[in-house]
């Protein structure tokens, strides 16, 4: 347990679905980051909010669409998503976003396959 | 671009020590640090390098020269637990945080 949960673990969605990924952390961060693992790549960063404000749109489609309504809940709301879009999705969180010296903390992450 | 460079694979023993390399090319450098993934788990922070030189954790040391865009994390008296993936990630002083293409480290009895 690291301090930062994310809901659902697993999701199977269609491509015409809407879903939402969740998101909390419990540590009293200010700065949080949406990563996308797929297999055999690094870690891409997706979205960064820092104060609940956007800092960073990493080139993101916006089929993507990120919500930050506290510092403490950060959401991924996902619609018409490709196949090419399953991955493992990561929720990371730092406190006031100095990523280096304390650490980054990472969720479990939401397995999503897109059928 | 931005991009960190690791090996893709690593082997060693028990026992044994081994360095997993990390070489950057990014804008705004701040810091290099250093992850562990196990199979079906979730990054976990290991180190971190603001300053130039090696920081010593334990059985984990990384290291950082930012004039060569380099560092190293160096793990010793291996165990098996510490199979796993290891990824290097660069701060920046816009608040990202990129990671590296991650080394696969399989250690063996």
């Known amino acids: 347990e690291t301090g930062v949960t994310q809901t659902p673990r697993h999701l199977v969605m269609g491509m015409t679905n809407k879903k939402s990924l969740k998101c909390e952390q419990h540590l009293g961060h200010n700065a949080m980051y949406w990563y996308k693992q797929s297999a055999k790549k690094p870690l891409e960063l997706m979205f960064v909010?820092?104060?609940?404000?956007?800092?960073e749109n990493n080139s993101v489609p916006s089929r993507f669409s990120p919500e930050c309504p506290n510092s403490s809940h950060l959401f991924l709301h996902l619609h018409t998503l490709q196949p090419e879009d399953s991955a493992l999705y990561l929720c990371?969180?730092?406190?006031?976003?100095?990523?280096?010296?304390?650490?980054?903390?990472f969720g479990q992450g939401t397995r999503l396959t897109v059928v | 671009g931005q991009s960190l460079e690791q090996p893709s694979e690593v082997t060693a023993v028990e026992g044994a020590i081994v360095q997993i390399n990390c070489t950057y090319q990014?804008?705004?450098?701040?810091?290099l640090s250093w992850y562990q993934q196990h199979d079906g788990g979730a990054p976990t922070f290991l180190s971190y390098n603001g300053l130039d030189g090696l920081e010593e954790t334990g059985r984990f040391s990384s290291f950082l020269s930012r004039s060569d865009s380099y560092g190293y994390l160096l793990l010793q008296e291996l165990q098996m637990k510490d199979s796993a993936s290891y990824f290097c990630a660069a701060s920046s002083v816009a608040d990202k945080l990129i990671f590296g293409t991650g080394t696969r480290l399989q250690v063996f009895p």
């Open positions: 990371a969180s730092s406190q006031e976003g100095r990523t280096g010296g304390v650490g980054a903390f």
């Open positions: 909010y820092n104060f609940k404000e956007q800092t």
């Open positions: 990014t804008s705004g450098f701040y810091g």
